[in-house]
């Protein structure tokens, strides 16, 4: 699909998250050059032998970010899930109510896969493609992402007014919207916990929303409902299969997740001429979105949409151009100081990759932050460049064209830095 | 030493890029970093100050935000972080340290 192997394995509902293998590599195909190894921050995809095959040693280790299978220049490294085969299936059974539930990030790079120019936003046929592959309703991930500022961002204003106090929750506040940050949270700091806001991230809270206020508004019997988690990213398969995700009353709030490039492949696979399709909109109730949700898509993007909302909250006034660029954040570790009238300094740090996010945990774990939030994002970047969107035509173009790319690429990291 | 296959091909790598692209390296440094991932990420910029695609910008403002959140008929009447909040938007996480740690105690040495 796009570039990418997979295994056609749907978890089952019960299965242990940690024993699954996201992320994989194909032995015969590893050349042994190492560039997944630089790509993996907890260092999980190892050299194995003399010959520098390598292999991802446990899936504990692994955060299951696919930054290695995206920056492969073999394709040796390939998905060890997809739902695609099962949700074919669902889209067929007239008897489900299929949901479509897709993240920011898809959106820009979907059309990618249709031969438009990188970045391309193409969220209107987007929907239009969603509706003719049978997707009974077409909500969408962006109004939980609404959803998680209202939640998380009045967390924030707790925490911050509750200091002092006995039972105060810590600060400072880490995002819990990145599902790899999250289980490299759990695993390297697990003594971090309390700082990671209690939110689910938004497909976490549009799984149970369409199960019960959807299928309310709907009149649609909750357990015929089965959703579809559509996301630009490899490890929101882990977070879909994790047990604790089940508050919607029925066995899971996430019944399926597949990436961009497995949508790109359905769509594909069903005859649909996606450049033709005309713009449409998602189903309200649980589909309308704002500039804010968008966002969420870029490493800085959750940061400048809660502070949207808590500069109004904080100031008690208006706040007039909602652009706060300082916290956008292309790659490393971005703070800054965010003057709120009537309140004060709200500090604020924006991390994109885990070796950045590893340094903030350290401060913050020598009680020597300083910050109220803290932002956090695996892939370097944020979502826009996850490991499930479609491959940089780069790094595969031929062996010689991926190596200059990868020299190219450290070349300007390292000169942008000095 | 023994050469392995790895650093060679690093260092054939290296050497062939260099002598390409010398020239144009430093230029296109200065002008776009991470080229790639800038584009989607100026996409998304783009696309949240265009208001024929957001009609709104900040999330308090989407009038479904507003309906779902209403005190009186409201689905999440008791508010942001309100009681039924709490039981289907937020959650616990899990201390998974053990495992890593049996991961290291066999040997396996990891970046952190």
Partial sequence: ?????????????????????????????????????????????????????????????????????????????????SFVDELAAKLKDPDTVVVSMPAPAVRY??????????????????????????????????????????????????????????????????TSCCPGWVKFAETFYPDLIPNLSTCKSPIGMLGPLAKTYGAKETKTDGKKIYTVSIMPCIAKKYEGVRGELDDGGFDRDIDATINTRELAYMIKAAGIDFNSLPDEDPDPVLGESTGAATIFGNSGGVMEAALRLAYEVLSGTKLANPDIKVVRTHEGINTADVEVPNFGTVKVAVASGLDNAAKLCEEVRAGKSPYHFIEIMTCPGGCVNGGGQPLDPEIRASLFRSTVAQINKRFRARKIKA | MKLSRRSFIKAAGAVAGYAVLGVNIAKEAAAEVM???????NSVYAADANKKIYKYRKSQDNPMIVKIYDPKTGFLHDGPCGHESHHLLHTHYYDRSKKLNALKEKGIELNL
């Avoid at chain 1, 040693?57 to 998905?79: F, R, S």
């Avoid at chain 1, 707790?158 to 039972?167: L, M, P």
Wanted: proline share 4%.
């Fill in chain 1, 109 to 174: 790079g979907l059309g990618e896969c249709f031969g438009a120019a990188t970045g391309t936003y193409v969220g209107g046929k987007m929907h239009a493609a969603l509706r003719k592959l049978g997707f009974d309703y077409i909500w969408d991930n962006e109004f939980t992402a609404d959803v998680t500022i209202m939640e998380e961002g009045t967390e924030l204003l707790n925490r911050v007014k509750s200091q002092g106090s006995k039972d105060a929750m810590p600060l400072p506040q880490f």
């Fill in chain 2, 35 to 41: 080229d790639f991932v800038a584009r989607r990420q």
């Fill in chain 1, 1 to 81: 699909m796009e570039g990418v192997e997979y295994s056609l394995y749907a978890p089952p509902v019960g299965v242990d998250s940690d024993t699954v293998q996201f992320v994989r590599v194909d032995e015969a195909k590893c050349e042994g050059c190492g560039a997944c190894e630089e790509y993996c921050a907890s260092g999980a995809i190892q050299s194995i032998n003399d010959d520098g095959i390598h292999r991802i040693v446990d899936p504990v280790a692994c955060m299951n970010c696919g930054q290695c299978l995206t920056n492969c220049p073999y394709g040796a490294i390939y998905e060890g899930v």
